[in-house]
């Protein structure tokens, strides 16, 4: 196998990296920053492994590629949370939580009982809602940095500069619009609180029929917010209607979060193609690996494994440019 560069060490490129590493090829990784963080927007993802609620605006094949995702995280050493997926929705939106029970599958409906069997602290606040049992999070930062440190320890290093060699795997996300012009950005916007008053112990979705709110515990009285499906041409801060959308959707999922401290504001773009699907792009000695638009933790996993079987075996990815005109 001839030398291989992969340019950026977000999720796509340390993805790829470990999967090229565990078959024997042992890559460059460049990235001007030299270490996964704020500049890539996969530090600010919410780290859902979620591909069943994902079934409710993804395709079919989001669904099938990601229900893997959890076992391949946790195989490289990092902490899965594996206690499922809530989805609840405000008295005035219940139509909302009926189409999205239509929309997807693998979910038990609650009551509020039920609801509060699961999240004691929610007892009362909910008449009805959705259990995804066998979802998972995990808190990506630590996600990148374990993959990182395992590279590191196989004397793969992320490089700060240098000539890229060989085949080159383009990994820059929304980075790579200089070269991918059908690339567009989905801006994400985070918020992260610190509230030991509140004790939720799995994700929570709260269906809003304008901006889908999710609630992601990181442990020690920690959650992030986030709001994931905003068109944008590029990276802006996060907007005062976007944080007051989040700072709500929390008090109303649990009045404790008006005591929280806000932590950060966080807001990037996620490379996204027309039909928010994946791609490979090979031209000429580059190969481009991009358009993981919301779903980055949730597919990664097979997008690398993909790249890895294409450059060791030869096998046509699924995701081949050339099959999604």
Known sequence: MTETTILGAGVMGLAIAT??????IRPRIIDPAGKPGSHACSWRAGGMLAPYCEGESAEPVVLRLGRD???W?????????????LVLAPSRDRAELDRFARLTESHSALDAAGIAEL???LEGRFSRGLFYATEAHLNPRAALLTLRDRLAEQGIQIETEGTPSGLVIDARGYAARDQLPDLRGVRGEMLVLRCPEVN???TVRLLHPRIPLYVVGRGDGIYMIGATMLETGGK???????AVEMLNAAYALHPGFAEAEILELGSDARPAFP???PRLRRRGSTLFANGLYRHGYLLAPALARMTAD????????????EDHP
Do not use: C, H
Request: glycine share 8%.
């Open 275 to 277: 039909d928010n699907l």
């Open 69 to 71: 995702a959890a076992d």
């Open 119 to 121: 999240e004691p602290e």
């Open 200 to 202: 939720l112990t799995r």
């Open 310 to 321: 294409y450059l060791t075996t030869g096998k046509k990815p699924e995701f081949m440019d």
């Open 19 to 24: 999967e090229l590493t565990s078959r024997g």
């Open 73 to 85: 995280w946790q195989a490289q050493g990092t902490e899965v949370i594996r206690r499922g997926t």
């Open 236 to 242: 802006y801060r996060v907007t005062a209607r976007s």
